[in-house]
């Protein structure tokens, strides 16, 4: 199995909206989800990663850098959306993906990695602590807004 990484394009939308379907459960607005891919590829501080065997998309995470006002006002990154195809797990898609995001929050000068797991998502927490992160150190918090 040959899979390589890069960036999403908005022809991408279809395949990530049935990623995000198997993850969630719930259909995405593919014409919103090309434009939001379209409008954030001009931005630099966004990076889509998507992992494709052949043209098929079996994997996508998203990195964020944010701007600190904090110490040296160095950036950090949020990291967003890390879904495999589950039949693609522990082939080491998942790994691969945070790789090239940590690898854009280097390049970012990044001075460290935000990302969020449902509690309930123990698997996902495994695979997270296997890549260094490590739980209990802090406590994450996450709001919904107009549900």
């Given at each position: 199995m040959?899979?390589t990484v890069?960036?999403a394009?908005?022809?991408?939308?279809?395949?990530l909206?049935d990623?995000?379907?198997?993850?969630?459960?719930?259909?995405?607005d593919?014409?919103?989800m090309r434009e939001?891919?379209e409008?954030?590829?001009?931005?630099?501080?966004y990076?889509v990663?998507v992992?494709?065997?052949?043209e098929?998309?079996?994997?996508?995470?998203?990195?964020i850098?944010?701007?600190?006002?904090c110490?040296d006002g160095?950036?950090?990154?949020?990291?967003?959306?890390?879904?495999?195809a589950q039949?693609?797990?522990?082939e080491?898609i998942?790994k691969?993906?945070?790789?090239?995001?940590e690898?854009f929050?280097?390049e970012n000068r990044c001075?460290?990695?935000?990302?969020v797991?449902e509690?309930?998502r123990?698997d996902?927490?495994?695979?997270?602590?296997?890549?260094?992160?490590?739980?209990?150190?802090?406590?994450g918090?996450?709001?919904?807004?107009d549900?």
């Open positions: 040959e899979v890069r960036k394009e908005k022809e991408d939308a279809s395949q909206s990623l995000f379907v198997e993850f969630t459960g719930a259909p995405s593919i014409t919103a939001t891919i409008l954030i590829s001009k931005r630099p501080e990076y990663a992992a494709c065997e052949q098929r998309v079996v994997g996508t995470a998203m990195g850098i944010c701007r600190d006002l110490g160095r950036p950090f990154m949020l990291i967003e959306n890390v879904v495999v039949s693609y797990h522990g080491g998942g691969r993906l945070m790789n090239e995001l690898q929050g280097r001075k460290y990695v935000i990302l797991s509690a309930d123990t996902s927490h495994h695979f997270y602590e296997s890549l260094g992160y490590p739980s209990g150190e802090e406590v918090f996450k709001k919904k807004l549900e």
